[in-house]
């Protein structure tokens, strides 16, 4: 039986993005606003698709401000713009890499 990919590593990376290595080898870089943007909350999953994005009250970069695990299945992100009630699933997280196209399966690895 497979398992869903899990987190081996979560960093902020500098003020900007958000990096997570992956049990199976693969490397997801989320931009902060790819992330606040794809927030589950019910509150962000109501909000019509295609509005002005997501921006920090004080003109200041978004940025996470803490990132806290959620037993064994989650993170929750708590956000510069006073955001902090959405738990991001690791099938979420995986399923919103920017590299996977939103597949949540990683491109093929090239052989050397």
């Not at 004080?58 to 902090?84: C, F, K, M, N, T």
């Given at each position: 039986?497979?398992?869903?990919?899990?987190?081996?590593?979560?960093?902020?990376?500098?003020?900007?993005?958000?990096?997570?290595?992956?049990?199976?080898?693969?490397?997801?870089?989320?931009?902060?606003?790819?992330?606040?943007n794809h927030c589950p909350c019910a509150?962000?999953?109501?909000?019509?698709?295609?509005?002005?994005?997501?921006?920090?009250?004080?003109?200041?970069?978004?940025?996470?401000?803490?990132?806290?695990?959620?037993?064994?299945?989650?993170?929750?992100?708590?956000?510069?713009?006073?955001?902090?009630?959405?738990?991001?699933?690791?099938?979420?997280?995986?399923?919103?890499?920017?590299?996977?196209?939103?597949?949540?399966?990683?491109p093929p690895r090239e052989s050397a």
């Amino acid at each position: 039986m497979e398992t869903a990919p899990r987190p081996t590593e979560i960093r902020r990376i500098g003020n900007s993005e958000v990096r997570i290595a992956w049990n199976d080898g693969h490397v997801s870089v989320y931009p902060n606003h790819h992330l606040r943007n794809h927030c589950p909350c019910a509150l962000c999953r109501e909000r019509p698709p295609h509005v002005l994005p997501v921006v920090s009250g004080s003109g200041d970069e978004l940025q996470p401000l803490q990132i806290s695990l959620v037993g064994r299945y989650a993170i929750h992100i708590q956000w510069s713009d006073g955001h902090d009630s959405g738990i991001y699933s690791y099938a979420t997280l995986r399923a919103a890499c920017p590299c996977c196209s939103g597949t949540g399966v990683s491109p093929p690895r090239e052989s050397a």
